[in-house]
């Protein structure tokens, strides 16, 4: 139960400077007012993940073949515009082409910092 939490909170971190990263660039369109503010979106935003990570894989893999990732990629712009919907000082200047463009680099971003985090053994 301690580990699962701490991955947690590990995750919403990375999130957060994920979305952190994210504001500074422009043409994405991503406004964020304060590092708690990232905090907080990274952390609806984990916790929606989390959701999604119960379902078996079988499911996440089926569904991910029959719709060519469409799924899953839907319910990541349905969340980060949500988290941003949730969260006072975090907009989309763009409104949904700012939640597209937002939630695919968080994928990408969030990745390459899970994988610096993993090269030192600090995420699994």
């Known amino acids: 139960m301690a580990d699962a939490l701490i991955y947690f909170l590990i995750s919403v971190l990375v999130l957060a400077v994920s979305l952190l990263i994210i504001a500074k660039i422009p043409p994405i369109g991503v406004d964020i007012d304060s590092p708690v503010k990232a905090l907080l979106g990274g952390a609806i935003i984990g916790a929606f993940n989390g959701i999604w990570g119960f379902f078996p894989d079988v499911i996440r893999t089926i569904t991910w073949l029959f719709t060519l990732g469409i799924v899953p990629l839907l319910g990541s712009i349905i969340v980060f515009g949500f988290a941003a919907w949730m969260v ?9 082409w700012s939640a597209i463009m937002g939630s695919l680099a968080l994928a990408i971003v969030s990745s390459l910092l899970k994988m610096i985090l993993g090269a030192f053994g600090l995420v699994v």
């Open 88 to 96: 006072e000082g975090f907009r989309l200047r763009w409104g949904i």
